[in-house]
Structure formats: C-alpha cells, structure tokens
Nanobody, 116 residues
Framework: QVQLVESGGGLVQAGGSLRLSCAAS????????MGWYRQAPGKQRELVAS???????NYAYSVNGRFAISRDNAKNTVYLQMNSLKPEDTGVYYC??????????WGQGTHVTVSS
C-alpha cells in the first residue's frame, strides 16, 4: 500500500503562487508515474500535471507555462509549483501515483482557493 499526503493548499489572490507537496510512503523513483489532479466544484476531476519515472512531464493546456511538477526522490516527495494563479484554478488538488501497470493511489486532497 502506498500512502500519499498532500500539503500546501490555501487561499491566494489571483496572480499569486502556491507550492503543493505530496509525500509518499514508498520510493517514488520506482513508481511508474506521479501526478496532480484537481476537481473544481460541480466538475469532474481532471489531470493537471504528471511526471513519469523517466522524468517526462505532461501538463493540462490550461496550466502549461504557469505550473511546474517536480520531484525529490531522496524525500519521496512530488511538488507542484503554481504561479500566476487564476480563480479558475480553484479546486481540490489530489496527488496520484501509478505503481506498476494498474495500481492507482490517491491522496486525501488539499484545497486551493484563488480569489479575484
């Protein structure tokens, strides 16, 4: 079992920045992929950013150029640096890990609110 614990959410004004952290109980260097998803009120959960074990990254079009995913294997932690935040970035942000081919794990989520 892999446990993921997010932190770093909060309230920020539009144009501000936040950095989310996701601490994993296992060795993230062995995970197939890790990423961040978000769910806005009344909407489906969507992919924000992901990173494979080889370091390849993928971003949602809406955040490309503003957000950056990174990881620290020594700390078993994945980060999401969010800059130039917009009110539409508001939502619950979830950390995700894919271990092997089919095992998915999720964190409990951290709230991000961007005020206009």
């Amino acid at each position: 079992q892999v446990q993921l614990v997010e932190s770093g959410g909060g309230l920020v004004q539009a144009g501000g920045s936040l950095r989310l952290s996701c601490a994993a109980s296992g060795s993230i260097s062995s995970f197939n992929r890790m990423g961040w998803y978000r769910q806005a009120p009344g909407k489906q959960r969507e992919l924000v950013a992901s990173m494979t074990s080889s370091g390849a990254t993928n971003y949602a079009y809406s955040v490309n150029g503003r957000f950056a995913i990174s990881r620290d294997n020594a700390k078993n932690t994945v980060y999401l640096q969010m800059n130039s935040l917009k009110p539409e970035d508001t939502g619950v942000y979830y950390c995700h890990a894919r271990v092997g081919l089919v095992s998915d794990y999720w964190g409990q989520g951290t709230h991000v609110t961007v005020s206009s």
